[in-house]
């Protein structure tokens, strides 16, 4: 199965996973497979569920069982065409293709994402004047307004400011007209800031979004949208979240907890503050009647707007029931991603969207006090969105917690070193209450031996320090980082040392009539970044435009160039995950990334020239 078919799958499959912890139950394994357009008779679920004694089925072995299915004589039999199912588009590739040649997109995503786009861009001065928003509903529009990578830059911003430094975007010239060279810049900036913000695009590539493949486009919105709408469920943004912990729960624990069971508790939270006796428990079964979103919206409803009646629920038809939930929702400016059949039908991703939006909208949280508010650091952040951009399972919401059964610590050797994990060696969950701890614990001593089996400098930390959540553990995802960076500079079998680099750049600037150089990492100049945007101009002549660098004389005008360096990086082809406060404060450890990777940029042109 190749990148662009599992990232489709990956999609379905996450509509399972409700527990939203890498895996399905066996007892949801047939509709999922259904939903992928296999159609698996019953009593061949059952035979391949007898494998899964534990009850649980991770997206890889998913794979497995859907190839293999796919493998068998009656495959045209037993597989039915996507195309059956009801709200869904499809978009089907070459003839020549007899593998996974059919890809489909569901209808009510790519409306949800429309109006998205033209709310949070309707008043982009850019946008309005290239006449890209609003963005039609009607065929392929979204897909066409997306080719130029624009949005998609502007989409990025919104979701994480300062990401893309806008002054960097090739914009049509008076014509109208914009090259596909500079189009495909656009993209290669989109996608290496969405890799930065922490954004998995293994999958997708400058030509997929240039041809508008819906199936890739969504995924990519999907996720830069998603990220946008989580970024303010922490306890900086909002303290009151201190409520929904029980008794005897931390405030560790609830860093840890992913956003959709973050959520879960706040509606119910709200629910209990209005008398309503329902649970939720997920954003598909348990909202589709209306009635948990009647409540909720009077919960969390100001004195300003309100007041907002229960006169939803007295209304017996669903649909009907669900459009005067949104009416009200109107009422609040909170009426997006989901229309009525959208409740009705249990649509996890766009329900959970609602309810996110309406989260950031109006917390409607008291806050605790009393109690230390624990605040992400910068350095925390890059590490978590690095991880995440190659895929760990489930998604890494907070270090200290995710990184406690060593799964996810050891997902990540493999991918940063493939084969290295001997996976007979690794303890899968579920694990059970006795002994369990102990198996987190031997998953996170193996990692420590990977580590050590790469030359990782490991001194004082062990198994049991990560699994107890120890600082130490930022050491090792580092290290983990810094090889994951420096493979890109391997030659002859041998990864590239700091001052190898730094002689490369320098000679790199010299050979270009630069007069910037530097003796180290830690070297204060730095901090202006003016040696960066030197260096990406000798690799690519021409490519910067030197009356947007400043003189760097005070620090606004040092975090502008900062910004500017990191967005040309990645235009340029750079997956940079620094951020601009790592340039100025002089962060040697994150500038070291930056110029290995600018190296590697360098080198790939100059096998090119060749």
Known sequence: MDRAKSFTVRELFDQFDTSNKGSITTSSLGDALAACGAKVPGFKVRDICESYKDGSITFDDFCKILNQVKSKNTFKETIK???????????????????????????????????WINFRLAKDPLLLKLGAIPIAEEGTALFQALKDGIIMNKLVNDSVEDTVDERALNVPNASGKLSIFKIQENQTLALNSCVA???????????????????????????VIRIGLMAKITLKDCPGLRALLDEFETLEQLLAMSPE?????????????????????????????????????????????????????NIQDLSKRAEMVLENAEALDARSFVRAHDIVNGNQKLNLAFVANLFNMYPAMDAVEGFEIIEETREEKTMRNWMNSLGATPRVKYIYEDLKDGLAIIQLFDKIQKGCVNWKKVNTPPFKALGGQMKQIENCNYAIDLGHNLGFVLVGIDGKNLHDGDKLTLGLVWQMMRHYTLAMLTHDGKIMKDNEIIRWCNEKLELAGKTSSFASFKDSSLGTSKTIVDLIDAISPGYINYDLVTPASNEDEKFLNARY????????????????????????????????????????????KK
């Open 81 to 115: 065409p996507i195309d059956e199912k009801k709200k869904v588009n499809v978009n089907r590739g070459s003839e020549k293709s007899s593998e996974w040649t059919t890809h489909s997109y569901a209808e009510e995503e790519k409306l949800a994402f429309v109006d």
């Open 261 to 313: 069971e973050i959520l879960c508790r706040w509606v119910n939270y709200q629910l209990n503050k209005v008398g309503c006796k329902r649970v939720v428990k997920n954003f598909t079964h348990d909202i589709k009647d209306s009635e948990v979103y009647a409540h909720l919206l009077v919960a969390v409803c100001p004195e300003d707007k309100g007041p907002i009646g229960l006169e939803p629920i």
């Open 197 to 223: 913000i922490g954004c998995n695009v293994v999958n997708i590539g400058a030509e997929d979004l240039i041809e508008g493949k819906p199936h890739l486009c969504l995924g990519l919105l999907w996720q």
């Open 565 to 608: 360096a990191i967005t040309m990086a990645r235009k340029v082809g750079a997956r940079i995950f620094a951020l601009p406060e790592d340039i100025t404060e002089v962060n040697p450890k994150m500038i070291m990334t930056v110029f290995a990777c600018l190296m590697s940029v360098g080198f790939a042109k100059d096998q090119q």
